[in-house]
């Protein structure tokens, strides 16, 4: 399984006190509402690697602005600085998002390269059992028609007993009979049968064994990519949290001072509050209907659960086993080998790692179960990603959520049901849903049987 980030070592965590401010200790859908988890998530100001030193430096204050409106010099020195930082925020956002982009992209298909590897190793190990078996089996038959042989023509009647069993193995009995020139002259044909297969599960079993050291040594590249991933997303934002939690401001201040009517600089003030104000009502809307579909996807499922329908979990419901639903959309793609379609640029794998679940762009997407977030941001084709780690070798990922729409941190702990995200349409997708895996040690397994032992229907 891919590891954990530590945030001690890559400093790109939050101070506790940023985190007690910042976030929760777990988002129920009721906290996230409350909690104002549904709008777009506004980080303060975080120090993180990569930073400006125009991060670092004071910003002017109001009461510096209006100093300055009263000297020509002063004013354009103020102008000067201020229009320096706003140009140093936008690049140091545009820099950090666009290395939080490569940084995933590396990610992205470390990971594919990763399952692909999987894939390869597991189809020549199978393959390998098949020659295996066909070569005992070949041997046997071979050893079968020897010992035959031998109690017709009377030659050995020792050799009947020889004989008589079945070979541990191909090697041990083609060992016994290629010593016998009599035999291999008139049972030639099972006898190279049983070689031709011998040598071929030999020869698969060693690719076998060459594919597994490269699936290995390709999970260690996916670890490092993603904790690289992790560091960059954080990075861009922290660099954005800084440039929204200021930009307002400053782009007031520089109108302030460079307006010449006799507009005081407490209406420029009063303009930053009423920006303000008019972003706490677009968010409190944004929560009101996310309440609303949270609210209806609770109904469905109590309404479910009243008739027997089971499992189906999702915002606070679920199995017996402390699973959940993730999404409640519909099942539009399966696990497993598909039709790669393209479209947009790019195509579709030819191997599904997991489901696709349709309800719709912004729809809740819940904690499949309790576990450890430990990754949340962009991830290439999967778009904006949370993957967690639930214990045990076992984990979930979750792909394609709308941008801003990522509700949980990295390394913060969610209980079964949480909202961690929205649903949406980024990376390689073709519309809004939730592309939803399960990993075992690493390696993805059909969400579909898995969450069905768990008493989850999805």
Same mark, same amino acid.
């Given at each position: 399984?891919?590891? #954990?980030i530590?945030?001690d070592?890559c400093g790109?965590?939050?101070?506790?006190?940023?985190k007690?401010?910042?976030?929760?200790s777990?988002?129920?859908?009721?906290?996230?509402?409350?909690?104002g988890?549904l709008?777009l998530?506004?980080?303060g100001?975080?120090?993180s690697?990569?930073i400006s030193?125009?991060?670092?430096a004071?910003y002017p204050?109001?009461?510096?602005v209006?100093?300055a409106?009263?000297?020509e010099?002063a004013?354009a020195?103020?102008v000067?600085?201020?229009?320096g930082i706003?140009?140093?925020?936008n690049a140091?956002?545009a820099?950090?998002?666009a290395?939080?982009?490569?940084? $995933?992209d590396?990610?992205?298909?470390?990971q594919?390269a990763y399952?692909?590897?999987?894939? #390869?190793?597991d189809?020549?190990?199978?393959?390998a059992?098949?020659?295996s078996?066909l070569a005992?089996?070949a041997?046997n038959?071979?050893?079968?028609?020897?010992a035959?042989?031998?109690?017709?023509g009377g030659?050995?009647?020792s050799?009947?007993?020889f004989?008589?069993? $079945?070979a541990?193995?191909a090697?041990d009995?083609?060992s016994?009979l290629g010593?016998m020139?009599?035999? *291999?002259?008139?049972?030639q044909?099972s006898?190279?049968?049983?070689v031709?297969a011998?040598?071929?599960?030999?020869?698969?079993?060693?690719?076998a064994v060459v594919a597994?050291d490269e699936?290995?040594r390709l999970?260690?590249e996916?670890?490092?990519a993603?904790?690289a991933?992790?560091k960059?997303?954080d990075?861009a934002q922290?660099?954005?949290?800084e440039q929204q939690?200021n930009l307002?401001t400053?782009?007031?201040?520089?109108?302030?001072?460079?307006?010449?009517?006799a507009k005081?600089?407490?209406?420029y003030?009063a303009?930053v509050e009423?920006?303000? +104000?008019?972003e706490?009502?677009?968010q409190?809307a *944004?929560?009101?209907?996310?309440k #609303?579909?949270?609210?209806?996807?609770?109904?469905a499922?109590?309404?479910?659960?009243a008739?027997?329908?089971?499992?189906?979990g999702g915002g606070?419901?679920g199995g017996?086993?402390g699973w959940?639903?993730?999404?409640?959309?519909?099942? $539009?793609?399966?696990?497993?080998?598909?039709?790669s379609q393209?479209?947009n640029?790019?195509?579709?794998?030819g191997f599904?790692?997991?489901?696709?679940?349709?309800q719709?762009?912004?729809?809740?997407?819940?904690?499949?179960?309790?576990?450890?977030?430990?990754?949340?941001g962009p991830?290439?084709?999967?778009g904006?990603?949370?993957?967690?780690?639930?214990?045990?070798?076992?984990?979930?990922g979750?792909g394609h959520?709308?941008?801003?729409? +990522?509700y949980v941190?990295?390394?913060?702990w969610?209980n079964?049901?949480d909202?961690?995200?929205?649903?949406?349409?980024?990376?390689?997708?073709f519309?809004?849903?939730?592309?939803f895996? +399960?990993?075992?040690?690493?390696r993805?397994?059909n969400?579909?049987p898995?969450?069905?032992?768990?008493?989850i229907s999805?």
């Amino acid at each position: 399984m891919l590891e #954990r980030i530590d945030t001690d070592e890559c400093g790109c965590g939050p101070s506790e006190a940023e985190k007690r401010t910042l976030w929760p200790s777990a988002f129920t859908r009721r906290a996230a509402i409350g909690a104002g988890a549904l709008g777009l998530l506004t980080v303060g100001a975080i120090a993180s690697p990569g930073i400006s030193p125009a991060f670092a430096a004071g910003y002017p204050s109001w009461d510096d602005v209006q100093a300055a409106k009263a000297n020509e010099a002063a004013k354009a020195a103020e102008v000067t600085r201020i229009q320096g930082i706003i140009d140093s925020l936008n690049a140091q956002v545009a820099a950090t998002q666009a290395e939080a982009v490569r940084t $995933s992209d590396v990610f992205y298909y470390a990971q594919q390269a990763y399952f692909e590897a999987v894939h #390869r190793a597991d189809d020549l190990q199978a393959k390998a059992d098949q020659e295996s078996a066909l070569a005992v089996d070949a041997a046997n038959k071979a050893g079968r028609i020897a010992a035959q042989l031998y109690r017709n023509g009377g030659d050995d009647t020792s050799l009947q007993l020889f004989f008589a069993g $079945s070979a541990a193995s191909a090697d041990d009995l083609l060992s016994r009979l290629g010593t016998m020139d009599k035999l *291999i002259q008139r049972n030639q044909a099972s006898y190279a049968a049983a070689v031709t297969a011998r040598d071929s599960a030999k020869n698969l079993g060693n690719q076998a064994v060459v594919a597994r050291d490269e699936r290995d040594r390709l999970q260690k590249e996916a670890e490092a990519a993603m904790v690289a991933a992790q560091k960059a997303a954080d990075a861009a934002q922290a660099a954005l949290a800084e440039q929204q939690a200021n930009l307002t401001t400053l782009q007031a201040q520089l109108a302030a001072l460079q307006d010449t009517t006799a507009k005081t600089i407490a209406d420029y003030q009063a303009g930053v509050e009423a920006a303000r +104000i008019a972003e706490e009502q677009r968010q409190a809307a *944004i929560r009101a209907e996310a309440k #609303r579909l949270a609210d209806a996807a609770a109904a469905a499922a109590a309404a479910a659960a009243a008739a027997g329908g089971g499992g189906g979990g999702g915002g606070g419901g679920g199995g017996w086993s402390g699973w959940v639903r993730p999404n409640w959309g519909w099942e $539009s793609s399966g696990y497993g080998p598909r039709y790669s379609q393209c479209g947009n640029g790019y195509c579709a794998s030819g191997f599904h790692e997991g489901v696709d679940l349709a309800q719709g762009c912004g729809s809740a997407i819940y904690a499949a179960s309790a576990g450890r977030v430990t990754y949340a941001g962009p991830n290439g084709g999967y778009g904006n990603y949370v993957r967690i780690d639930h214990g045990g070798g076992v984990g979930s990922g979750y792909g394609h959520i709308v941008n801003g729409g +990522i509700y949980v941190r990295y390394g913060q702990w969610v209980n079964a049901g949480d909202i961690i995200a929205a649903e949406g349409n980024t990376g390689n997708s073709f519309g809004c849903h939730l592309h939803f895996e +399960i990993y075992v040690n690493g390696r993805t397994v059909n969400p579909v049987p898995f969450m069905a032992d768990r008493g989850i229907s999805v």
